[in-house]
């Protein structure tokens, strides 16, 4: 039996009804709304005075909002022998020098397994597929005898240059280029004598912007929100996570100031997400990827 057909915005869909339509819509709407709790309780709980803070079962509003949490927070910030202000440079600093690393060599390497036909490619790949099913906590030995003998103990490096070789940013890239990028493309600006570098940065490039745009978006969350490392001693080195975990290791009486640093270290990935998602969703589609 032929199946009905409508139209939405003068294209014709294979049939789904107006109200199932609506019936997705609002399950989906649901499902958003139920996301969105543990982020809207998180910034309840910022504003909660402590007597609310310990109540059982908790509240998921607050009956006597207060800011003192986050007056609590910068107080403490101003009393660490070593100005906030550093803490929050070595992020900013890791954060943007670890992100456009892992953009560019990822990518250049995606490029070169995706488009380049060289003996051995798909070992590489799938070599470095298999390499994603290793933690750190794995590799942490070896990562420690490579950072002595390159005498980068206590140094920003031990904490950029791994994020510039980040297997999971290579993996989706590469499957983005090769669902994206025309092979066809990439030879007629060969013939019209491009160099492969060219050919990569302004056609490649432009095409998977979805795609980069997302390696972005995941890259400088987990460098945002990491904590130091363990191969950085000194302590104006280390990142602004690990000077929020220092206050909120003093105690039940700073558990305001912790439900206010939590707000604050999720403002900064929050927007860099917000403004990205649209390309987010479509790069997870392209690449293959579910979670």
């Known amino acids: 039996m032929a199946k009905k057909l409508r139209v939405i915005n003068h294209k014709v869909v294979l049939n789904r009804s107006a109200g199932g339509d609506a019936g997705i819509t609002f399950f989906l709407s649901i499902l958003g709304v139920f996301m969105f709790l543990p982020m809207v309780y998180a910034v309840m709980q910022a504003f909660k005075p402590l007597d609310e803070l310990w109540i059982f079962p908790p509240r998921f509003y607050v009956v006597n909002p207060t800011t003192k949490n986050f007056t609590d927070l910068f107080r403490l910030m101003g009393t660490?022998?070593?100005?906030?202000?550093?803490?929050i440079f070595n992020t900013i600093l890791i954060s943007v020098v670890g992100t456009l690393g892992n953009l560019v060599f990822s990518s250049l390497a995606a490029y070169s397994l995706a488009?380049?036909?060289?003996?051995?490619?798909?070992?590489?790949?799938?070599?470095?597929?298999?390499?994603?099913?290793?933690?750190?906590s794995v590799t942490g030995i070896v990562q420690y005898l490579i950072f002595a003998a390159f005498k980068w103990l206590?140094?920003?490096?031990?904490?950029?240059v791994p994020v510039f070789c980040s297997t999971l940013g290579l993996y989706l890239m590469k499957q983005f280029m090769e669902s994206?990028?025309?092979?066809?493309?990439?030879?007629?600006?060969?013939l019209d004598g491009a160099s492969e570098l060219r050919t990569f940065f302004q056609i490649a490039m432009p095409m998977v912007k979805p795609a980069w745009l997302t390696l972005i978006v995941y890259s400088f969350q987990g460098l945002w929100s990491g904590g130091s490392s363990a191969y950085i001693y000194s302590e104006e080195l280390k990142s602004f996570s690990y000077a929020i975990g220092q206050i909120l290791s003093?105690?039940?009486?700073?558990a305001g100031a912790g439900a206010a640093s939590s707000v604050v270290m999720m403002i900064v990935p929050i927007f860099v997400f917000v403004i990205s998602q649209?390309?987010?969703?479509?790069?997870?589609?392209?690449s293959g990827m579910k979670d």
Do not use: C, H
């Open 278 to 286: 649209s390309n987010i969703i479509e790069t997870m589609g392209s």
């Open 115 to 136: 488009k380049i036909k060289f003996p051995g490619r798909e070992f590489f790949f799938q070599t470095i597929v298999l390499s994603l099913m290793f933690s750190s």
């Open 250 to 254: 003093g105690g039940l009486a700073r």
């Open 180 to 190: 994206s990028v025309s092979d066809s493309i990439l030879e007629s600006a060969r």
């Open 80 to 87: 660490s022998w070593v100005p906030f202000s550093r803490y």
């Open 154 to 160: 206590d140094t920003y490096l031990v904490v950029i």
